[in-house]
């Protein structure tokens, strides 16, 4: 208190006076209305003013020292260096023995890492049930499918398997089925041999789809129709209708021509050519038919029979035949000069 009976503040308490929300009013009235105007309150702050202040850094760094600490801190543990440097050890080795050929080795015996753990959890494939084949065996087909011991149900893929049997010129269609934990069905629908077909000498057996299913190599397939040419194949189904418009001279037709991709030509069992036409070969078998009961003449001296055009029919001798009919006519021939 100073000589005026005021009261004396140090510069501390000014300051905090003047921060302060309430203020401090000495106990002189003159200056009660100054000190309540000196320190009258600023305007309220914002609700947000409180929330944006920033919280200091170097407590927050020390945090995450001590959370990147807390997490790491099991390397320190007893044992963790010993796990690491086998780990390590482990990881050299197995590079060894990829590089060496030791895991190639292994997949060409056992299969693939994952084919092996699914055999010792019990998943292999101890049976292959194979139904539908008579001509195929079931050696050839497992061969032909990829399956094999070294194999795991849960990892074979039953489309690959699918894809690879329908390589098989004889598999018509194929199922495949996965039946856990250890069977495999594989139903198997052949080709039925249809006919057979000659192209540069060679002679195969096809289906009725005209796909190549076998080499002839024994008589098994002998009484199979005969097609002939490039492209005869395909027309095969074409070539059945003949032989069944034919009637009773089927028997007597050996082989069926393509020509030039467009007509058939028929080669009988006598090696008498009757050539077909183009359009309405059927019509031409009738005709054929027709001519053959009324005057035999697949049974005479003949070479071909054009059938081509609808209004004529042309036939060729033999050369026996034609020099014997030249020779019945020479008279004829001489009379009529000598007259």
Same mark, same amino acid.
């Given at each position: 208190?100073?000589?005026?009976?005021?009261?004396?503040?140090?510069?501390?308490?000014?300051?905090?006076?003047?921060?302060?929300?309430?203020? !401090?009013?000495?106990?002189?009235?003159?200056?009660?209305?100054?000190? /309540?105007?000196? &320190?009258?309150?600023?305007?309220? /702050?914002?609700?947000?003013?409180?929330?944006?202040?920033?919280?200091?850094?170097?407590?927050?760094?020390?945090?995450?020292?001590?959370?990147?600490?807390?997490?790491?801190?099991?390397?320190?543990?007893?044992?963790?260096? *010993?796990?690491? &440097?086998?780990?390590?050890?482990?990881?050299?080795?197995?590079?060894?023995? &990829?590089?060496?050929?030791?895991?190639?080795?292994?997949?060409?015996?056992?299969?693939?890492?994952?084919? !092996?753990?699914?055999?010792?959890?019990?998943?292999?494939?101890?049976?292959?049930?194979?139904?539908?084949?008579?001509?195929?065996?079931?050696?050839?087909?497992?061969?032909?499918?990829?399956? @094999?011991?070294?194999?795991?149900?849960?990892?074979?893929?039953?489309?690959?398997?699918?894809?690879?049997?329908?390589?098989?010129?004889?598999?018509?269609?194929?199922?495949?089925?996965?039946?856990?934990?250890?069977?495999?069905?594989?139903?198997?629908?052949?080709?039925?041999?249809?006919?057979?077909?000659?192209?540069?000498?060679?002679?195969?057996?096809?289906?009725?789809?005209?796909?190549? !299913?076998?080499?002839?190599?024994?008589? #098994?397939?002998?009484?199979?129709?005969?097609?002939? @040419?490039?492209?005869?194949?395909?027309?095969?189904?074409?070539?059945?209708?003949?032989?069944? #418009?034919?009637?009773?001279?089927?028997?007597?037709?050996?082989?069926?021509?393509?020509?030039?991709?467009?007509?058939?030509?028929?080669?009988?069992?006598?090696?008498? *050519?009757?050539?077909?036409?183009?359009?309405?070969?059927? @019509?031409?078998?009738?005709?054929?038919?027709?001519?053959?009961?009324?005057?035999?003449?697949?049974?005479?001296?003949?070479?071909?029979?054009?059938?081509?055009?609808?209004?004529? !029919?042309?036939?060729?001798?033999?050369?026996?035949?034609?020099?014997?009919?030249?020779?019945?006519?020479?008279?004829?021939?001489?009379?009529?000069?000598?007259?």
């Amino acid at each position: 208190m100073d000589g005026g009976r005021r009261f004396l503040r140090s510069i501390k308490e000014s300051f905090t006076a003047r921060d302060s929300l309430v203020p !401090i009013v000495s106990a002189g009235a003159p200056y009660a209305f100054a000190t /309540a105007a000196a &320190v009258a309150p600023a305007p309220p /702050a914002t609700a947000a003013a409180p929330a944006a202040a920033v919280p200091p850094r170097a407590p927050a760094r020390k945090g995450r020292g001590k959370s990147l600490a807390s997490r790491f801190a099991f390397l320190g543990r007893p044992g963790v260096g *010993t796990l690491a &440097v086998l780990a390590l050890f482990g990881l050299v080795g197995a590079a060894g023995f &990829v590089e060496n050929g030791g895991y190639a080795a292994l997949v060409a015996s056992d299969g693939e890492l994952y084919d !092996i753990a699914a055999r010792a959890a019990g998943f292999p494939i101890s049976a292959v049930t194979i139904t539908g084949q008579s001509r195929l065996r079931e050696r050839e087909l497992l061969d032909a499918a990829g399956v @094999g011991p070294r194999n795991s149900l849960p990892f074979l893929d039953a489309t690959a398997v699918r894809e690879r049997l329908m390589q098989v010129p004889l598999v018509k269609s194929v199922r495949v089925m996965k039946l856990y934990p250890d069977r495999l069905v594989i139903a198997i629908e052949e080709r039925q041999p249809s006919a057979l077909w000659q192209r540069d000498g060679r002679v195969a057996v096809i289906s009725e789809d005209g796909v190549p !299913i076998d080499e002839l190599r024994d008589e #098994r397939y002998l009484g199979l129709p005969f097609v002939v @040419g490039e492209g005869a194949q395909k027309r095969l189904l074409e070539f059945h209708m003949l032989l069944g #418009r034919a009637g009773d001279l089927a028997h007597r037709i050996k082989a069926g021509v393509l020509v030039a991709g467009r007509r058939w030509n028929l080669d009988m069992t006598n090696g008498v *050519t009757v050539k077909l036409p183009e359009l309405d070969p059927f @019509g031409a078998l009738d005709t054929l038919a027709r001519l053959q009961r009324e005057a035999r003449i697949l049974d005479k001296d003949v070479m071909s029979i054009d059938l081509r055009l609808p209004d004529r !029919i042309g036939v060729r001798l033999t050369e026996e035949a034609a020099a014997a009919r030249e020779a019945q006519l020479a008279p004829h021939k001489s009379s009529k000069s000598g007259g």
